[in-house]
């Protein structure tokens, strides 16, 4: 099954953009137009995150956001076949911050957030850091589907490990010079664990691991920041959050993280991806933990 998935997305992935964007283009109508997907979960999302918007300011980014959500796949599948020269021209953006420390021995993660193109990112910030880099991500349910996304994220130096299996898989590059990747709003699998903070003003549960791996391996954190410029290509700024971890509180590491991403999100509303539940669990004082 994987070599037939494989084989018919990379002969798609060979056709040009313009012929890939007029297939979004269709993509977009059947979806938004006739298919409805998930238009309730992304305008009860934008009314929880812009209370002071109007249904037509929201609508607007609705449809925004379902032209870039289309794109996005079509996007993703264009990697398959992608050369290094044309991803760079596509995701543009320095590391020299990044950078700057590899020469004190110092390691250092990258957070994002689901932000369009992601998938680019990773691929692309694989040329540009001179680290190791490492990124965390969750497997995919269907094996073959899986298969063929570690493959295409598996192509420009970035080593997959999957979060399911984080600590067993991490433990071999601890004593080497790396760059862990975290995709920092992931929904948390287990509520009771995580840290509740106020996103967009309710509280939401955040994953640990990424604010432990930090404390753990004391490294120097960065905010990608993205920025789509036009259809088809993307600017992102690595922004220093912080880099002395161990004198902040529980949980304040990702307080920090929170600001840059919500900052991101009302910059470009229609680059983050609401069509997941961000805010699909309650709070309960008797069960979990708010910081």
């Known amino acids: 099954m994987f070599y037939l998935i494989y084989g018919f997305l990379y002969l798609v992935s060979l056709l040009p953009f313009w012929v890939l964007y007029r297939i ?8 938004y137009y006739v298919f409805g997907y998930r238009k309730e979960v992304v305008m009860a999302n934008l009314t929880l995150a812009f209370p002071e918007k109007n249904y037509e300011e929201k609508k607007l980014i609705a449809k925004k956001f ?10 993703i599948i264009k990697l398959l076949s992608i050369s290094k020269k044309q991803l760079q ?9 990044i950078n700057e420390y590899y020469s004190t021995g110092r390691n250092v993660q990258v957070h994002l957030g689901h932000f369009f193109n992601w998938e680019y990112a ?4 694989g040329l540009k850091i001179k ?3 490492l990124v965390v991500y969750m497997p995919i349910t269907n094996a073959a589907m899986d298969k063929v996304f570690y493959k295409m994220r598996s192509r420009f ?9 984080y600590l067993k898989e991490f433990r ?3 004593r080497e010079r790396f760059s862990l990747v975290f995709v920092y709003d992931q929904s948390a699998g287990n509520t009771e664990q995580a840290y509740w903070l106020p996103f967009f003003g309710k509280l939401t549960p955040f994953v640990t691991g990424p604010e432990k ?7 120097i954190v960065f905010y990608a920041k993205f920025e789509k410029v036009k259809r088809g290509h993307y600017h992102v700024k690595f922004i220093e959050i912080n880099n002395d971890v161990k004198k902040l509180p529980e949980g304040g590491l990702t307080r920090q993280m929170i600001k840059y991403l919500e900052a991101n999100v009302k910059e470009q509303p229609e680059i983050y991806l609401w069509t997941h539940r961000r805010w699909k669990h309650e709070y309960d004082p008797s069960r979990h933990r708010a910081l």
């Open 24 to 31: 979004s283009d269709f993509a977009y109508v059947l979806i």
């Open 66 to 75: 379902y032209r870039n959500f289309t794109d996005n796949f079509i996007e």
């Open 89 to 97: 021209k596509r995701f543009a953006g320095e590391a020299y911050n």
């Open 122 to 125: 990773n691929l692309s910030m």
């Open 131 to 133: 680290y190791r880099l």
């Open 157 to 165: 130096h970035s080593k997959l490990i999957a979060a399911t299996s």
């Open 172 to 174: 071999q590059y601890r």
């Open 213 to 219: 791996s930090a404390h753990l391996n004391n490294t």
